[in-house]
């Protein structure tokens, strides 16, 4: 499952109901003490975290302190679930599905009691019928006296809680159904409600500000979210070796009673032998300490956050192996981040939310929150939840990026997030891409068709490169609304992204060059290949290492991703390196040595040095492509287009 919308109401500054939506990397903004931290907190109570406790004091002031909500609303739920007696059933086929179609789950505290208590409740289409809208909560017992009574034994199996409960309903013919909220507090709705939460997702809080101490939950909510997740894969076995304690404390404690009721018979009579599961998450546990021995929670708290930080990327990476071998966990992992940024160096920042963004691109679900402009300008727009209040009714509100132009304006004011300094004056085109390896990829091009005079002459002091053609962040949405004010030419580069030659571009790739170019002053263009690495010539490769790294004539050159494959050959070469003398050093244009063969560190190498170094010849062999009977230059006609403005 995933977590589609957080509902509160009555609940610290969200008096008024509160529906949030949530998607795969959600980021939270707004100033100071807006209510950003409160959503997070609401998540942690909601999923029993060790963190946050629900108390007296957060009910909202005027508001309804016996009615305190914190709701989730759950999507992509399994097909098939098994609730109680071990037997197969559907979300729908038990009628615990809200009128979208999803799983909606309330808990409700009253909070004028000292100890809050959760009243758990599934708002869900469900039967109204006397007699039909309580099934749900009935034991098997109860169950099987209701099929005797109505005669229904010969319509199901009476061992299979799901199968009992579908001969009821069918027994009442057309069911009269409502939305309503479906008690799972009591009787078997709480064994309904707890086989829910197996299938729900597993919940980490990082927060911002907290003590130190020898286990900082900053450091140990990676590990325990390690030890959660993998008991949750081997909850079979767990399972198995439970229900043989269990067998065996039980032979040994029947034997004690029988020898009680022959000497002690008044004792024996009061005794009865309870087993309680053991709560596996609480046995282990673990530590990290730094090389030279100093526990990672006596390091400065930025080393702390950047150990969290790799912690994430490590999980992100793990996940995308997992699912291409097949191996995705049943769980997602939901993790809720309080200010990434804190103690970080701005340039660590950007790095922070590539992190992250991989994490949900993975499968797993982040929900960030930020004020810091920097941090904020670089989530995607549809990502974004905006937090403040409305003028009229001075309620706590929370939008969506989707909402429009409007909420962009009122982020971007809010927080102060401005475009990048066009210091420079004279500026003659913008130039926006995707990523900064693309604008590595152009300035490489640039050189080499510079160096046979296919070029003229090229003069980058009056080009303005900016990232922005393709993802669709805060920032660029800025940077786009200012060149458009200063009627700066814009040049749009963007990656097709296909995967096939005989596959078309996808939809709203084509939606997007045909908005762009429908713009004044602006030049668009979609790649013919899949993106902007794939030009590189295999030769120049062979060429550079000596021919020890070859990419084989099997691969799809123009719709591989180049750097995942460049990655693999790159590594192996280095791994050999002493049998094979190999010694390739590829450079940024700067100079800087690019080190490592991970994929995205072959993203830079293809780009910024394997390009560079390639023939003009060797690059009009990759840019060219087919309009029907013209053979054009793909690569050309980009550079001549920003070369017009020039």
């Known amino acids: 499952m995933r977590i589609a919308t957080i509902i509160l109401e009555n609940f610290r500054s969200y008096k008024t109901l509160t529906r949030i939506p949530i998607s795969g990397l959600t980021g939270i903004i707004g100033k100071n003490d807006a209510g950003k931290s409160t959503i997070l907190e609401a998540l942690d109570i909601f999923f029993e975290g060790k963190v946050i406790k629900i108390e007296q004091s957060d009910a909202s002031k005027g508001g309804d302190a016996k009615n305190v909500r914190i709701g989730v609303v759950f999507e992509d739920f ?9 037997a197969l059933t559907t979300l729908a086929a038990e009628h615990l599905l809200n009128e979208d179609g999803q799983l909606e789950i309330h808990k409700i505290y009253n909070c004028q009691n000292q100890t809050p208590r959760a009243t758990i409740f599934a708002q869900a289409v469900h039967p109204t019928v006397v007699g039909a809208d309580e099934v749900l909560q009935k034991t098997q017992a109860e169950l099987r006296t209701i099929v005797k009574e109505r005669g229904l034994e010969n319509n199901c199996n009476q061992a299979a809680n799901p199968s009992m409960r579908q001969a009821i309903y069918d027994s009442f013919g057309e069911l009269a159904r409502a939305s309503r909220l479906v008690p799972l507090n009591d009787q078997n709705g709480k064994a309904v409600w707890t086989s829910l939460q197996s299938y729900m997702p597993l919940f980490a809080l990082f927060q911002s500000d907290r003590p130190s101490s020898d286990q900082d939950p900053e450091v140990q909510n990676p590990m325990k979210l390690a030890i959660e997740r993998a008991l949750d894969e081997l909850e079979p076995q767990l399972e198995a ?25 008044a004792i024996a009579n009061t005794l009865e032998p309870k087993f309680k599961k053991p709560p596996w998450k609480n046995i282990f546990k673990l530590d990290l300490e730094a090389d030279d021995g100093i526990p990672l929670n006596k390091r400065g708290s930025g080393v702390r956050r950047l150990v969290l930080m790799s912690f994430f990327q490590a999980e992100a990476e793990k996940r995308r192996a997992d699912a291409q071998a097949g ?11 309080e200010e990434p940024e804190t103690s970080q160096h ?20 982040v929900i960030l929150t930020t004020h810091v402009p920097a941090l904020a300008a670089l989530i995607p727009l549809e990502s974004l939840r905006f937090v403040d209040r409305d003028p009229a009714s001075d309620d706590v509100r929370v939008r969506s990026g989707s909402e429009g132009e409007n909420v962009y304006e009122e982020v971007a004011a809010t927080l102060g997030v401005l475009p990048d300094p066009l210091a420079q004056q004279g500026i003659k085109v913008a130039v926006l891409v995707e990523g900064k390896t693309d604008i590595d990829a152009l300035q490489s091009m640039v ?28 920032q660029d949405w800025v940077e786009r609304r200012y060149l458009d004010r200063l009627n700066v030419p814009q040049v749009m580069i963007q990656d097709s992204d296909r995967t096939n030659a005989a596959l078309p571009v996808a939809q709203k790739k084509t939606d997007w060059l045909a908005a762009m170019q429908a713009k004044p002053n602006t030049t668009a263009f979609l790649t013919q290949k899949r993106s902007m690495d794939n030009y590189f ?17 099997a691969v799809d050159l123009d719709f591989v991703k180049m750097a995942d494959e460049l990655s693999q050959h790159l590594t192996q070469a280095r791994n050999n390196a002493n049998q094979n003398g190999y010694s390739y050093q590829p450079e940024e244009h700067d100079g800087t040595a690019i ?25 009009r062999q990759r840019s060219q492509y087919q309009d029907g009977a013209i053979t054009r230059d793909e690569v050309l006609e980009w550079i001549n287009a920003i070369q017009a403005h020039l």
């Open 346 to 365: 701005p340039e660590s920042q950007e790095k922070i939310i590539r992190a992250l963004r991989a994490l949900s691109e993975a499968g797993d679900q």
């Open 327 to 337: 191996q995705a966990p049943q769980r997602r992992v939901v993790y809720a981040i």
């Open 447 to 474: 050189q080499v068709l510079l160096s046979d005079g296919t070029l003229a002459g090229f003069d980058e002091q009056y080009v303005f490169w900016t990232i922005g053609g393709g993802d669709n962040t805060l």
């Open 537 to 553: 010539h295999p030769d120049a490769l062979g060429r550079l290492t000596g021919g020890l790294v070859i990419i084989p004539a």
């Open 78 to 86: 399994p097909a098939e679930v098994i609730l109680d007696s071990n």
């Open 595 to 619: 080190n490592g063969t991970s994929k995205s560190a072959c993203k830079r190498i293809i780009c910024a040095h394997i390009i560079r170094n390639m023939t003009p010849d060797e690059l």
């Open 241 to 265: 070796i439970t229900t043989e304690v269990h067998r065996r404390a039980q032979e040994t404690a029947q034997r004690t009673l029988d020898k009680l009721r022959g000497s002690y018979p």
